[in-house]
């Protein structure tokens, strides 16, 4: 009798873990990532000219027009984002200069420390961002590089 009592709680007691262990996994890719695969989804792009094609029934012609003018203004977005990344630098370096003018020689080592954790948090989410991004095959995001101190 007692064996049988062993057995019986023993598979009472697997087939809760395994349920248990069901849950969390479905939990985690159902819900938990939610969040973050509707910022994905919700990203608009701007359409290929494979989409235009197809949307549009573009010609082989037109196809290769708008092929070539896509490759026109690619150096200008180029310099575009170079441009506006440079920019962005010059503006956090004088936002940074400008609070330390403010700050205490202490609550500068602070905000100096602070602002390292920062960057080294921002960079290992990026980290991890590229390489879900190449997981799920979409282009990595481009951010500004971070100012220099």
Known sequence: M???YKILIALT???VFGLGAAAGVLFERNIAHRAQRRAAAARLHFPSPEEWAREL???QE?????REIFKGNEERMKAFRT?????????RKRLSTE???VLTPEQKAKNDEMMRRFEEQRKKNE???TSRERRDQTPPRQDPP????
């Open 83 to 91: 441009e506006s990344r440079g920019r962005l630098g010059e503006l």
């Open 127 to 129: 980290e991890r961002n």
């Open 57 to 59: 029934g573009l010609t």
């Open 62 to 66: 037109q196809q290769d027009k708008i």
């Open 13 to 15: 007691l697997l087939v």
């Open 99 to 101: 609070i330390d003018a």
């Open 146 to 149: 971070p100012p220099s101190r």
């Open 2 to 4: 007692k064996t049988k």
